[in-house]
Each structure stands twice: as C-alpha cells, then as structure tokens.
C-alpha cells in the first residue's frame, strides 16, 4: 500500500528527511515513534502530497506519489491527477481542525458533497453511520464547540472515513487531548485496524503501538534507526538511540 525508497526532503539546507526505506502491506498497521524534530509529521505529509520530496521514491497504492514515470523519465501530475491520488488518503492531525460553523454532521458529509459529488440525501446516510461507527450517533447535529476533545477527534476520524481512503495517516492524533480522552479515540483507532484498515500511526502512546501494530518503526535525525514488530522493537530495541528513547517514554 506504501512504499517509500531513499526518501529525501529538505528544508533550505535543512535535511529533514535522509533517505527512508518502508514498506506498509495492505491492512498493515505501522506505528512510528521518535523524538520530537525527528521528520514524523514530514514523511506524513509527503505521503498526503502536503510536502514534495527531493530524491527517492514514493508509491501509494500502486501510484508513484506526484509523478508519473515516463522512459525512465519523472514527469510531474497535473493538479487534477495529484487531487485524484490524495482521495486514496485520508489524514487525521493532532489538532482536529474541524470546520467550527459546521456540525458534525455537515463536517463528515462536505467532502463526499463537494468532492465526489455524490447526492446530498447518500452523503447524509452514510454520514450517520460513519457517526455511529465512531460512536457519535447522537451528536450529529452538535457544532465541535459543543463536543469534547475526544468527540471532535473521532468526527475528524469519520469525517477521513467518509472518503473511502485506502490509507489512514495519523499524526499524533490523541496528544491534544486530556489523558481521560485518549482511550476514546485509541478505541475507535483499534476498532479501525480490526476492520482492515491500512494505517500509519505516529504515536507515543506505547500500549496501542504493542497492541495494535503490525509493525513499530523509530525514527530519528531523519532516518530509520530500527524497525520490526512492536515486540523486538520495545522488548529488545538494537540501537542506544532506541534504548534512550524508549527509557524517556516508557
Ligand atoms: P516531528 O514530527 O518528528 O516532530 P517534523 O517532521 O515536524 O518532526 O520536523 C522535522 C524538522 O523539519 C524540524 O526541524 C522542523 O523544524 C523542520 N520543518 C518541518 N516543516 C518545515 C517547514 N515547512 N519549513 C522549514 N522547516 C520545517
Ligand atoms: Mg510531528
């Protein structure tokens, strides 16, 4: 579903990105973890097309991510092309950024209206039960100032949903949130994964990675230091930078 070779992006002279190797199956669940600055969000956001990358390659789906290969020749998408290959992709930030004069409702039923054109009263339908699936039937018509941290979380995760992604991009989605809140949202996560769903997690919430990760991957100073499954990575990390790490978060 993903597959990243010899990643690269930099800001200015700044390399933020040094060359990532990864590879994320169908229905795989890949959590990343690292120190702050370490490149998570940017590798996130080269994935979504929210930032290009300088050298590598990147595939989503099938599709070389921004381009098309031609003769051994990279040629740049039309905006048109690169538009179609972001609906594969849904993302799901730290802050919710919800449209505040929308309700929940309206939040999860305006990309499928607007985007995909599909008829209001379809939107709406399967907009109530993207709500209920994230366990927010009954707030539909709430405005996000009248939800939770934890509520406007999960609105953002059905308001991706309602997309039809192949891929699920969370960036360190439960971290604004009141420690009473995460569970809510870890839940609906989990229940995610459980459907099937391809996902990349950057987390530090450990007991997800351990539980629902097919496979833990940290970074830091913009490479892969160490990747496997959450076991070998938490029980027996092979690099002093991952032991460091780990002994701050743990
Ligand atoms: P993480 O998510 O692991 O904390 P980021 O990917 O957000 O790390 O940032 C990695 C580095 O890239 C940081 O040093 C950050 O300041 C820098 N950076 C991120 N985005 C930009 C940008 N748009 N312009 C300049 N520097 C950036
Ligand atoms: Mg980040």
Same mark, same amino acid.
């Given at each position: ?169 969370? +960036?360190?989605? $439960? ?7 995460? =569970?809510?949202?870890? @839940? %609906?996560?989990?229940? *995610?994964?459980? +459907?099937?769903? $391809? ?7 450990? =007991?997800?990675?351990? @539980? %629902?990760?097919?496979? *833990? ?34």
């Amino acid at each position: 579903m993903v597959r990243s070779e010899g990643v690269c992006k930099s800001f200015g002279r700044l390399d933020v990105l040094k060359g990532i190797d990864l590879e994320v199956m169908p229905g795989e669940v890949m959590c990343v973890i690292g120190p702050s600055g370490s490149g998570k969000s940017t590798f996130l956001r080269c994935i979504n097309h929210l930032e290009k990358i300088n050298a590598g390659r990147l595939w989503v789906n099938g599709h070389l991510v921004g381009y098309r290969e031609r003769g051994g020749k990279l040629h740049e998408l039309r905006e048109s092309e690169v538009a179609a290959q972001r609906r594969d992709i849904g993302m799901v930030f730290q802050r919710f950024n919800l449209f505040p004069h929308m309700t929940a409702l309206e939040n999860v039923m305006e990309a499928p209206v607007q985007v995909r054109r599909i008829p209001r009263a379809k939107a709406r339908e399967a907009a109530v039960a993207l709500l209920e699936r994230v366990g927010l039937a009954d707030k539909a018509r709430s405005y996000p100032s009248q939800l939770s941290g934890g509520q406007q979380q999960r609105v953002a995760i059905a308001r991706a949903l309602a997309m039809e992604p192949a891929l699920m991009l969370f +960036d360190e989605p $439960t971290s604004a949130l009141d420690p009473e809140l995460v =569970g809510e949202v870890l @839940e %609906v996560m989990k229940q *995610l994964a459980v +459907d099937g769903m $391809t996902m990349i997690v950057v987390t530090h919430e450990m =007991g997800f990675a351990r @539980e %629902v990760g097919d496979s *833990l991957v940290f970074m830091d100073g913009g490479v892969v230091v160490e990747k496997g499954t959450p076991r070998e990575v938490l029980a027996n990390p092979r690099h002093q930078r991952t032991q460091d790490f780990l002994s701050k978060v743990l």
